[in-house]
């Protein structure tokens, strides 16, 4: 690999083992000072020994260019691939059966890579689709996308999408999408024409988690009823502190209280999907909850809710605890063709 693909791959590696994301963006940073360079400048640079020179450029990510520019797959990267590989047990046959991920997140609002980086990377994992689920307007400290910002990423993935049909490779093709904020009233933050237009809408609870559990419970079924409604995301909200390893260090943010019998009847009676959140710091719905979504006859959509690259082989946990809770494949949507997701999808 070259020093750029050296760089890139570091960091990967670091978001894929929930590293610091600072040295994960570090290491983005530094493959973008390279990539800006004049032609033949790296080299002079590495010969001089002047590599340290330019701006955003350490000794850490100095010692991985210099590896890669002499051939060497880099220290710092032969580590990271062993250390940071997430684990896949019980839950091995599901993950061979999952075709896509319905719940990630770009530069547009809080993620941290771009459309075609993130599906770059799906493509590679062997995704067959990958919905971009950038937040909705409300939830501003995610930079929620407006009506406008929105609409202009649908022209963005169509543009991508024409690309990707026309480059030999492995079909894959990008969804559109949006996770959508719950409002106080059961109601989605979005505008009814444009969620509309989505392939795939995540409604999820980002305020007010504390609320009464009558009023939380009344909330969520109006959300999971509204017609565009297709994912009902982290249904508890909360936020575990999870050790590099998976061991939990403490609950930091508590999950939300409501009816969990009627919360699912509904879902399973709106044929909308229950998120299994792949993320160790929420592992959402808890085992007790996903038990009583299992009874209640509910689908399932295994997400990563990635917001790097690398957090898209967050996947495995999912599926492991979808092994756990003996769900069959049948019942995940992100087991289904891209014909079958979107016909569900549609049925509105």
């Not at 392939?199 to 969520?220: E, F």
């Not at 998976?246 to 919360?263: E, H, M, Y």
Request: with cysteine; aromatic share 4%; hydrophobic share 40%.
């Amino acid at each position: 690999m070259d020093p750029i693909e050296a760089l890139e791959r570091v960091s990967y590696l670091s978001d894929r083992g929930r590293l610091d994301s600072r040295k994960s963006e570090a290491f983005l940073k530094a493959a973008k000072v390279l990539r800006d360079l004049p032609a033949d400048e790296l080299q002079q640079r590495l010969t001089n020994g002047t590599v340290t020179f330019l701006p955003g450029i350490g000794p850490s990510t100095a010692a991985v260019i210099q590896q890669a520019a002499a051939g060497k797959v880099p220290d710092r990267i032969v580590k990271l691939e062993q250390e940071t590989v997430v684990p896949l047990g019980a839950g091995a046959a599901i993950r061979e059966a999952l075709r896509g991920d319905c719940h990630t997140h770009s530069l547009a609002s809080d993620g941290g890579a771009s459309i075609a980086t993130m599906a770059a990377a799906a493509r590679a994992l062997g995704h067959e689709y990958l919905v971009v689920t950038d937040h909705s307007p409300r939830l501003t400290v995610a930079r929620g996308l407006t009506r406008d910002r929105l609409l202009a990423q649908l022209d963005e993935i169509a543009a991508l999408n024409e690309a990707a049909a026309t480059d030999g490779g492995t079909p894959f093709r990008i969804l559109t999408g949006v996770e959508v904020d719950i409002n106080l009233d059961g109601s989605l933050d979005g505008d009814d024409d444009v969620l509309a237009r989505l392939d795939v809408v995540v409604a999820s609870v980002h305020s007010k988690l504390t609320m009464d559990r009558s009023a939380m419970t009344r909330r969520m079924i109006a959300a999971i009823r509204n017609p565009h409604t297709d994912i009902l995301g982290h249904c508890t909200g909360r936020k575990l502190d999870v050790s590099t390893d998976g061991t939990l260090v403490k609950v930091r943010r508590p999950q939300s209280n409501f009816d969990a019998d009627a919360v699912f009847a509904a879902c399973a009676e709106a044929q909308t999907a229950v998120e299994i959140n792949s993320r160790p710091e929420r592992q959402d719905p808890p085992d007790d909850l996903l038990d009583i979504a299992v009874d209640a006859g509910c689908l399932f959509s295994i997400d990563t809710d990635s917001h790097a690259p690398g957090q898209l082989e967050f996947l495995n946990y999912g599926a492991d605890k979808a092994a756990a809770h003996r769900i069959a494949p049948e019942r995940i949507v992100t087991t289904w063709t891209i014909e079958k997701l979107l016909e569900w999808t549609h049925r509105h």
